[in-house]
Nanobody
Framework: VQLQASGGGLVQAGGSLRLSCAASGRTFSNYAMGWFRQAPGKEREFVATSTWSGGATYYADSVKGRFTISRDNAKDTVSLQMNVLKPEDTAVYYC???????????????????WGQGTQVTVSS
C-alpha cells in the first residue's frame, strides 16, 4: 500500500492542525493505521493508532486528550486532528499501515509494514 501524508505546516502554540494520509494500492480496510513522529535529533515515536475499523484507538500519553485519530474506509484516508499544539509537538509526522484486522492496533514501529513520506509540523511558542 502507498501512503501520502499531508496537512503539516507552521502554527502557533495553542493552535490546531489536521493531518491526512491517503492510501492507495490495497484494500484500506485490511490495515491498521498509525501516526508516528520524529523530532530533530530524536528517535521516531508513537503518536496514535487505529484498528482497521476505527473501533479501537490508542494514543501516546503526551498527546492524549489533544489529538484524535480517525479514518474513513470509504475514502481510504486516516486523519490526525491535533489541538492545543505545543512547541514540543514539532516534528515530522508519518503515517503507517499494518496489514491486520485484529481488535488491538499496533503501537510499535516495527509492527508496521508501510510508511508514508512524512509531513513537517512546526509549533512556534
Amino acid at each position: 500500500v502507498q501512503l501520502q501524508a499531508s496537512g503539516g505546516g507552521l502554527v502557533q502554540a495553542g493552535g490546531s492542525l489536521r493531518l491526512s494520509c491517503a492510501a492507495s494500492g490495497r484494500t484500506f480496510s485490511n490495515y491498521a493505521m498509525g501516526w508516528f513522529r520524529q523530532a530533530p535529533g530524536k528517535e521516531r515515536e508513537f503518536v496514535a493508532t487505529s484498528t482497521w475499523s476505527g473501533g479501537a484507538t490508542y494514543y501516546a500519553d503526551s498527546v492524549k486528550g489533544r489529538f484524535t485519530i480517525s479514518r474513513d474506509n470509504a475514502k481510504d484516508t486516516v486523519s490526525l486532528q491535533m489541538n492545543v499544539l505545543k512547541p514540543e509537538d514539532t516534528a515530522v509526522y508519518y503515517c503507517a499501515a499494518q496489514r491486520s484486522r485484529r481488535t488491538i492496533p499496533p503501537r510499535t514501529i516495527n509492527s508496521y509494514d508501510y510508511w508514508g513520506q512524512g509531513t513537517q509540523v512546526t509549533v512556534s511558542s
